[in-house]
């Protein structure tokens, strides 16, 4: 274990401030940085990708758990504290200055890799579904991903809740999800106006003979005009009506009533058709 600065003193010494247009928020619990970095399993000796370590807090912990760890920053105002952190662990860390949106992460980490971030809000969502869009099985083994409570509800939502749409269906068609652990807006820097949650996300098996593409079609249509049966919403799906009955899926049915794998055995008819 490497003894590590007070977060509060590296913010303070390289004059750092959480940037609101970047969507930035800093943790500085080592304690709860410590859990987070926890929740992937072992580390000693993984390959961790990393968006937004700003000051280093999370990566401090991933580091200390023993990980190589690749991140990837876009405020150079951070990069002297993140260097200054690399120090501490040498050949542990290695800095990327960039935009998390344009990098192909597998050459960069290779397959296995787990993803473990506080994100930026304001790309979190963007950046979790060319995750889960990834060819399968995807490059990462696992992401472990902070989000505001909403999303991560959205991400775990079951048919029924109001949160269930296209984004439960994306999280759980081909992969697990759950929300690890609540994180009060208060652990942050500034707090921000909405409670947290990291959610952890292992691949599963892909259901055989589904197109991604079909599915993303079918869940933007119906989850699109949500309100609506799907006698109505679907009728842009060419096909789709057609193979409700076979499948006992009313088309008097709302979206947001049809489980994931009902929505994977419409897509499979759909892509074979």
């Not at 994100?119 to 099985?137: D, H, I, K, M, S």
Request: glycine share 8%.
């Amino acid at each position: 274990m490497t003894t590590l600065p007070p977060l509060r003193e590296v913010i303070a010494r390289h004059g750092l401030s959480a940037s609101k247009a970047l969507g930035q928020n800093f943790l500085l619990d080592r304690q709860l940085l410590a859990r987070i970095a926890a929740i992937p399993g072992d580390l000693d000796g993984a390959s961790v990708y990393e968006v937004g370590p700003g000051p280093g807090g999370l990566t401090g912990a991933l580091l200390d758990a023993g990980a190589r760890v690749t991140a990837v920053e876009r405020d150079r105002r951070c990069l002297p504290a993140l260097a200054e952190l690399g120090g501490l662990f040498p050949g542990k860390l290695t800095l990327i200055e960039d935009d998390a949106l344009k990098i192909a992460e597998e050459p960069l980490v290779g397959r296995g890799a787990h993803v473990v971030s506080n994100l930026p809000y304001n790309v979190g969502t963007a950046l979790l579904l060319r995750w889960l869009g990834a060819e399968w099985a995807p490059w990462w083994s696992s992401l472990t991903l902070m989000f505001q409570k909403e999303v991560a509800d959205r991400i775990v939502a079951k048919p029924g809740d109001d949160a269930f749409g296209r984004l439960a269906v994306a999280a759980q068609w081909r992969a697990v999800p759950r929300i690890a652990l609540p994180v009060h807006r208060s652990a942050f820097v500034p707090p921000p106006k909405v409670a947290s949650a990291v959610v952890h996300i292992v691949p599963a098996a892909e259901p055989e003979g589904v197109s991604h593409p079909v599915l993303e079609c079918l869940t933007a249509a119906a989850f699109g005009q949500r309100r609506k049966m799907l006698r109505q919403s679907l009728k842009s799906v060419p096909y789709a009506l057609d193979a409700l009955p076979a499948l006992g899926i009313a088309a008097e049915r709302r979206a947001e009533t049809v489980g994931v794998d009902e929505w994977v055995a419409l897509a499979r008819v759909l892509s074979s058709s």
